[in-house]
């Protein structure tokens, strides 16, 4: 099954328009949780509740020069008084503590001290504790050398994901599987399969989403349609929009599995709800048509306008169509217009080919004034 964004059943409602795998002998990586909120253990961040000043809060006895620098960092991390956290953080990083060598460089990624972010600067920090293999250092330092076409010197991502990944990091496992996914040498397909399955098994949505799609596409091995249709669930039932929708085509078109309706009705509604717009449109589209559930055009109309808010041109050219009927709302030739040339282009700015669209645009210019449309194509020329 290819994955395609438009729904199937779209068609009939256009008519009515006039490195290599780890060996077998090698251990799972244990799960690390990449949250920021590890680096404040619970019981600093219980002492941090009611402190106004990090630099003279009392500090437990006994500690080291360093230990106490970190101590205050994280204290100032919990009241989120990042000129301080970054103060004792960098002190307690040139101590050699792996934790404050995190914390700074995570202060410096996001600018969170002084407002404009500096990669350079934070990369120096991660480096620090990458040098220990630290996991979410290592992925951090992936992201900036995959997303920082200036961080020349610091070495190429799928390196550090590669160290981050068998360090046990999970989001790293899944980056690592999408470079190797994208790779043509047939091998990194093999190895991108064995990571985005790792990073599935160990819980991560993305991972069940990406290892789901090289199931289905055959791409790293076998295809195998029923395996690729559990995981897509799997991946919904983690709120995941596209997996969702995925889903719902499979079951719609009993592809991997028997075909039933209802069941793609539900993954479609996960994924509109989710806030994914080309299943918006789709759920729409079912509720329209009354796949697995009854007839209901308003409702239906209501999801045509949110995938079309949310930039998908084929809920864009629904919405336009109910809105030229008077289907599910008040019938709004100069709305339905304005949705119509919102159509023509996808979320990127490519355009859409779809001639029920063009018939449609060329049917509302007939009943619109010309005062009319020059104010629609002026709106859409302005962004709006």
Known sequence: MSLILAFALSSAIAQTVAPVPLPLSEPEPDIVFPDELVLVPLDVEQAAA????????EVPEGLSAVEEALYRAQIAWVSEDWAIAEQYAEVAALGGDLTAALMAGLIARDGRSTGTPDLAEAASWFQRAAAENQPLALYELGRIALEDTSAAGI?????????????????????????????PIPQENVSARTWAERAAQQGSAEGMYQYAQLLDLGTGGEQDLEGARQWYERAADNRHGEAALQAAIMWAEGQGGEASDAEALNYMRIAAESGYAPAQGQLGLMLYQGRGVEVDQTLASYWFEQGARGGDAESAFLFAFVLARGEGRLQNFEEAFYWSLR???NVLG?????????????????????????AIEARIAAGE
């Open 50 to 57: 009611g402190v106004e000043d990090a630099a003279s809060a």
């Open 155 to 183: 070495g190429s991502a799928r390196s550090w994901f590669g160290r981050a990944a068998r360090a046990g990091h999970i989001e790293a496992m899944v980056e690592l599987a999408l470079l190797l996914k994208n790779s």
């Open 343 to 345: 159509a023509r282009n």
């Open 350 to 374: 490519e355009a859409v080919a779809n001639p029920s669209r063009d018939q449609l645009e060329a049917g509302l210019r007939g009943v619109l004034t010309p005062q009319t449309i020059a």
